[in-house]
């Protein structure tokens, strides 16, 4: 359901005469992390997950990244997440990376589950939002309304 929920989501976006259909990124946060990890569409240019281990060692359908593979991928958790006490849980999805090109995973230090607020998260989203963007020659030109 939330795989076709992110696709109708692309579909939409692509149609806002503002937004550049060749690059769309998708973010999720917890169970969001969760819905973004699990797809295998390829409406974005980029998939980013924070607040997920992409570890659910005993539910098949909630473990594993299954973002095509030539598909970045950015990845954020706190070391110690207090919403993944158990030991099945733990972990980052870097592990599950493979030989996925241009992807990155950040375990942060210390407690936390949210990664909005830490500075390192934010800075390594726009980084890979700028490493990822193609850039238009019409990219600066002002929007037609």
């Not at 992409?54 to 950015?74: A, F, I, N, S």
Request: charged content about 25%; glycine content about 8%.
């Amino acid at each position: 359901m939330r795989e076709a929920e992110m696709e109708y989501a692309a579909t939409q976006i692509r149609r806002l005469p503002w937004v550049d259909p060749d690059n769309v990124f998708v973010l999720g946060t917890s169970e969001g992390g969760l819905a973004v990890a699990t797809t295998r569409g390829r409406s974005f240019k980029g998939y980013i997950v924070t607040a997920w281990t992409c570890r659910q060692d005993y539910l098949t359908e909630m473990q594993g990244l299954w973002v095509p593979m030539d598909k970045p991928v950015l990845a954020i958790v706190y070391a110690d997440d207090p919403w993944f006490p158990n030991p099945w849980q733990r972990g980052h999805c870097g592990e599950r990376f493979g030989p996925r090109k241009g992807s990155r995973s950040i375990v942060l230090p210390g407690r936390g589950h949210s990664v909005a607020g830490a500075p390192e998260a934010r800075s390594a989203v726009l980084d890979f939002l700028r490493q990822h963007t193609t850039r238009r020659p019409d990219a600066l030109a002002p929007v037609q309304r």
